[in-house]
């Protein structure tokens, strides 16, 4: 058991070092995919204002640029040292120092509570085991009145298996990885089951769909979600 967990690992890191040139190789599959992070930040413009904000799994950082509200201060955090130093080259020279880069499991957070204005995490809770703790404990670190903004794929819905088909699985299964295993360890929480828990927590909630502005799993790729911390 032991041995299949490291060559899981090994499978991961290998993944995870071409995940940018799956999911943003094409013209279309990019313009998809920044898609999914601009329907997230249009809920906020240059006249909305948040002290702290903290985004859960960044990744590579691909979500930050399409922040436009206006901050003090934006930490990236990973679980994954080696992909945020991806978005630490990146992003390190920006916002004149405001934003910081720090190593964080997204289900167990070191923050105090009421600590942040807002917590972003985009493509994140479908990875977590246990979503309904994991929501509490990024709840816990928000300030009363704070926004957890949440994105996640329609997986799976017609449309997005469709998409990812056409897309980011061509292109793994070309570099000899087996998308479809892969997307079962990772994808553990079904969109129909993320989106009832998030309801149930927050029934005072935003939410919007891309392409269509129809709450269908089956006819978007995308569900985004932004809810007040009471």
């Not at 690992?9 to 998809?32: A, G, M, R, T």
């Not at 929501?135 to 009145?145: A, D, P, T, Y």
């Not at 298996?161 to 570099?175: E, F, S, V, Y």
Request: aromatic share 12%; net charge neutral; with cysteine.
């Amino acid at each position: 058991m032991q041995g299949e967990d490291k060559a899981w690992i090994e499978y991961c890191d290998k993944f995870y070092e071409v995940y940018d040139e799956l999911n943003y190789s094409s013209p279309l599959q990019s313009s998809i995919m920044r898609a999914s992070h601009k329907l997230v930040e249009k809920a906020y413009d240059d006249k909305t204002y948040f002290g702290r904000v903290l985004e859960v799994g960044a990744g590579t950082g691909e979500h930050f640029q399409f922040v436009r509200h206006r901050f003090d201060e934006y930490t990236l955090t990973d679980l994954d040292p080696k992909i945020l130093e991806v978005a630490k080259t990146k992003l390190s020279c920006t916002h004149d120092g405001k934003v910081g880069f720090e190593v964080q499991t997204g289900n167990r957070l070191v923050y105090s509570d009421n600590t942040f204005d807002r917590l972003v995490a985009t493509h994140v809770l479908e990875h977590i085991y246990q979503p309904h703790l994991v929501i509490k404990e990024w709840c816990r670190v928000l300030k009363q009145g704070g926004v957890l903004s949440v994105l996640i794929p329609t997986d799976p819905g017609v449309a997005w298996r469709l998409g990812r088909h056409l897309g980011p699985r061509k292109n793994a299964i070309a570099q000899g990885i087996a998308y479809d295993y892969v997307m079962a360890r990772e994808h553990v929480n079904s969109c129909n089951n993320l989106i009832a828990i998030l309801r149930h927590y927050f029934p005072k909630s935003k939410e919007a769909w891309w392409p269509l502005p129809i709450p269908s799993i089956d006819l978007n790729l995308f569900f985004a979600f932004h809810a007040t911390v009471n």
